[in-house]
């Protein structure tokens, strides 16, 4: 996955972390706007290790105790700033399967209809409240240790917490608009 490479290159990028690691990482920051599994992880770090793009070496007493540790490369390092030099010139073809669903709802019961919107705007809710408690320094202590806040803070915390607010806004628009189709269609006559 072209992008999955370049969230793990760009993790790498701050200090050498094990699989597990990049799991917790993405899960708690990019994963809420893009997912990986944890075999994703794990085959995608092997190929950039074919590549030369990182190295790992094994921590511990043996091949079965041991933990994994990848280090970015000279080569990740520079595929990672090229990647950031290539400026996004189009919008990214979005996918949402509520408004399919949405779309096509016309010939469904309203009853039914309302139901889903109303159990997406409970699910909405919740993934704003989720949103609401992330703490991004919490995040940067928890794997790189107490120095990593001051490491990072100038450099990377500011462009962390402007995606969170994004996904704040998102979840907000959201609502917003839940709320506005669910009163149209509670108001309109059978």
Do not use: C
């Amino acid at each position: 996955d072209f992008m999955l490479k370049h969230i793990l290159l760009g993790f790498l990028r701050y200090q050498p972390l094990t699989g597990y690691d990049l799991k917790l990482l993405i899960d708690n920051s990019t994963g809420h706007f893009w997912h990986a599994y944890h075999s994703q992880i794990y085959t995608t770090l092997r190929k950039l290790e074919g590549e030369g793009l990182v190295t790992s070496t094994l921590e511990g007493p043996d091949e079965r105790l041991g933990r994994r540790v990848y280090t970015l490369t000279a080569a990740g390092d520079a595929e990672l700033q090229q990647w950031q030099r290539n400026t996004l010139t189009e919008l990214p073809q979005g996918k949402e399967e509520l408004l399919v669903r949405l779309f096509f709802a016309g010939s469904r019961p309203r009853a039914d209809v309302l139901a889903e919107l109303r159990l997406q705007r409970q699910k909405r809710a919740q993934q704003l409240e989720i949103y609401k408690a992330i703490d991004p320094l919490k995040l940067l202590r928890e794997i790189g240790g107490p120095e990593a806040e001051s490491r990072w803070l100038n450099s990377e915390s500011h462009y962390w917490l402007f995606t969170l607010k994004y996904g704040v806004a998102f979840q907000k628009m959201y609502l917003a608009w839940l709320d506005e189709t669910i009163a149209s269609l509670e108001g309109m006559a059978d």
